[in-house]
């Protein structure tokens, strides 16, 4: 039955994407309208409400989604059958019975570091820590995603490093994997004609460049000039009508530039679809825990963000504060988990701990490590879904899951053991508490 459903609900959303190509403008309004003769009406009712609301408000949303009609219709096509219809709606109807049959985690997407090499040396960067001489073979990244595919996953995540630095294999791999969609968290300097040409080639490339602010901000982290050279790989992507987006790490000195409306009005102007907010983390020796926001400076990003998500047209996901939308971590398989440059399946991009390498494992067996057992087993880690972090907000389960599992650091230049990483950690989550506790009963969703 569930199979019947979900081949309705597919072939729903393909004709609706089909009928909106010949004019969005018009039939956007009349969408509903074909979604309802299509679909039983108990399907996605509180969707459907939305939707129909976006389309008769033609507000922020509807904006955002006339953008779309703005991109190569190519890429635009490919995206939306892709992301859509392959990773969204036909992928977790498999993972999910996967999930039930193999007991195990199932993830959205699978995170992969192609390169440990960087072209950069940013302030505060994990990535460094794995050193500047790992790679992912072409012939692995290519078994990942074909097992990734047996498991219904059909979104691939591209982290470092710096994943530009294997642009030749990466566009093989879009070659290959048509059916899939990739995202690249990308420093943006090594964007140029060239690539966007491929880009539109393969259609199913998307990059998010890493900003950190305005230029006196970012550059203080970065590196001087690299501001100048992000902007210029936007207006190229933009003049070529192709989709990226933004990611962008918030800590104690950068908050109030990247939580402001000027900010956001930037990243709007500049083309960007989406924009990734990651609270800065503490990991790897020598980490600047200075650069950890104070409650008070998270706050501003808490309400800062939803109050933008109300009028802005673009995407914006903070990936610490909106938790509650996801039901808390998300990591150890339960939507993604990350494997790096030397193969190492880590539960997450920021937690460098693991008992298995893919280069030793198939994906499904990698996603039945003790580690991974653990994160199911003890997901949420806090009913309170503004301390979803293992490591960050709950620093004593993530000392108990890496002791109880003999999992390893995967810190290949400086080693640290969890009980470290986590001493670090505690007097933030302590400090946090308290204010987290106060937003969760003020927002109605601690009295559920």
Request: charged share 25%.
């Amino acid at each position: 039955m569930n199979t019947v459903k979900n081949a309705l609900v597919e072939a729903a959303v393909k004709a609706a994407l089909s009928y909106l190509e010949s004019d969005p403008e018009k039939n956007i309004p009349r969408l509903m309208d074909l979604v309802d003769k299509a679909l039983p009406k108990d399907r996605y009712p509180s969707q459907r409400k939305m939707f129909r609301k976006v389309i008769e408000e033609k507000g922020n949303w509807y904006q955002l989604m006339m953008k779309f009609y703005e991109l190569d219709p190519g890429v635009r096509k490919t995206f939306f059958n892709n992301f859509l219809i392959n990773a969204t709606l036909k992928g977790r109807a498999i993972g999910k019975d996967i999930e039930k049959k193999e007991d195990c985690n199932v993830p959205w997407t699978i995170l992969l570091d192609p390169t440990s090499a960087c072209n950069l040396h940013c302030t505060g960067c994990w990535a460094a820590e794995y050193g500047h001489k790992l790679n992912l073979s072409f012939e692995t990244i290519d078994r990942i995603i074909t097992e990734g595919k047996k498991l219904g996953v059909y979104f691939y995540i591209y982290t470092g490093g710096e994943p530009l630095v294997r642009k030749a294999d990466l566009m093989k791999i879009c070659e290959k994997h048509s059916d899939c969609i990739f995202l690249s968290f990308t420093n943006g300097t090594l964007i140029d004609e060239a690539f966007c040409q491929d880009m539109l080639r393969v259609k199913n490339f998307v990059p998010a460049i890493s900003v950190e602010g305005f230029e006196e901000r970012n550059d203080s982290r970065r590196g001087n000039g690299i501001y100048r050279k992000d902007m210029e790989a936007m207006k190229l992507m933009k003049s070529h009508h192709l989709p990226f987006g933004i990611s962008t790490c918030y800590t104690s000195v950068n908050y109030d530039d990247v939580s402001s409306e000027k900010y956001f009005d930037q990243m709007i102007e500049w083309g960007a679809l989406f924009v990734w907010f990651f609270h800065y983390m503490p990991v790897g020796q020598g980490a600047v825990t200075t650069l950890l926001p104070t409650p008070e400076q998270r706050t501003q990003m808490y309400h800062r963000i939803r109050e933008f998500r109300k009028t802005k047209p673009i995407f914006s996901i903070d990936f610490q504060n909106d938790a509650e939308y996801v039901g808390g971590c998300i990591a150890g398989g339960r939507r993604y988990f990350h494997i790096n440059a030397k193969g190492d399946v880590e539960p997450c991009v920021f937690i460098h701990y693991s008992n298995v390498n893919i280069n030793d494992t198939s994906v499904l067996d990698a996603l039945k490590a003790p580690l991974f057992k653990a994160y199911r087993k003890g997901q949420p880690f806090n009913e309170n879904m503004l301390m979803p972090c293992p490591m960050l907000e709950n620093p004593e389960c993530l000392r108990g899951m890496v002791k109880e599992t003999d999992a390893v650091s995967t810190d290949y230049e400086s080693p640290e053991s969890a009980d470290v990483l986590c001493d670090r950690t505690t007097p933030y989550s302590q400090n946090w508490k308290p204010t987290a506790d106060e937003l969760w009963e003020k927002s109605g969703k601690g009295n559920c």
